[in-house]
């Protein structure tokens, strides 16, 4: 445990996942024997961090084995899909030391209050996350003394990710989701993993101010990068040394090939 920081772990898992075509939640379906939720949740419980959140839809029942085995978790639910941004903004009602956001209404379905100094955000479709990859960044945002900071990749296919903007001294400007891109930004490698560590009531003031003036009309949790630099934040970036331990699973078609690297992986 990273100690003396209280550090709740979030995973995102309230999407329905249509690109999968199947009535079963994206985050259940099953790769390397078992749920990629599953996957997520043994990573992070190996950092190890001192408590969990999930954050889901009101649609429980798919979910009852899952929440079984892990009676400890935090578990909020997001009454509005409306980004990544409300996902996280959803956790509000399990953290004593925030605020809640109005165009995030929730509910506290399971857990007992928690006020952590810290939260690692990661989404629950990417199975193959490295407990040590990500112990060094939240150890490296820790050493920076980051209030914000997040996990980026540099892939030769970054359709799909948000698009990491930087100035001349290689300092992070802000995040450009894809549909948002410019033709010449969408030629960016360097892309945002999903997976974000930050001081609890600095992002927390963040979200209050999220708008969706955006091509999707959502709220981006992407877009307090712009605003914490605003504020004379810098935002630190990770490089994961391993950009396929990052990667998320929208399509069967990503999830076979997913199954086949994990294999990989653990028999190389």
Request: charge should be negative.
């Amino acid at each position: 445990m990273i100690a003396p920081h209280h550090i709740c772990g979030i995973i995102l898992a309230a999407g329905k996942g249509k690109r999968m075509h199947s009535d079963l939640p994206k985050v259940l379906h099953q790769l390397a024997g078992r749920s990629m939720l599953a996957h997520v949740a043994a990573a992070l419980e190996s950092i190890p961090l001192n408590s969990l959140c999930l954050v889901l839809n009101d649609q429980l029942s798919p979910f009852q084995g899952f929440l079984g085995e892990h009676p400890g978790y935090g578990v909020c639910l997001q009454q509005i899909q409306n980004g990544t941004g409300g996902a996280v903004a959803a956790c509000a009602p399990l953290f004593t030391n925030v605020k809640a956001c109005s165009y995030a209404p929730s509910s506290l379905h399971s857990g007992q209050p928690l006020a952590p100094s810290h939260v690692l955000i990661c989404a629950g479709d990417s199975p193959a996350l490295s407990p040590s990859i990500l112990r060094s960044f939240i150890a490296d945002s820790l050493a920076q003394q980051s209030r914000l900071a997040i996990m980026a990749m540099k892939i030769p296919e970054p359709s799909g990710y948000g698009r990491l903007l930087v100035d001349e001294d290689q300092g992070l400007v802000k995040i450009v989701e894809e549909k948002d891109a410019s033709r010449e930004e969408k030629q960016l490698q360097l892309v945002h993993s999903g997976i974000v560590f930050a001081e609890t009531c600095f992002l927390f003031e963040l979200l209050q101010n999220l708008s969706t003036h955006n091509e999707q009309q959502e709220y981006y949790l992407t877009d307090c990068i712009a605003q914490a630099r605003q504020a004379g934040e810098a935002v630190h970036y990770f490089p994961c040394p391993d950009y396929r331990t990052c990667l998320g699973v929208n399509t069967r078609e990503q999830l076979k090939a997913m199954e086949a690297y994990m294999n990989e992986r653990t028999f190389s």
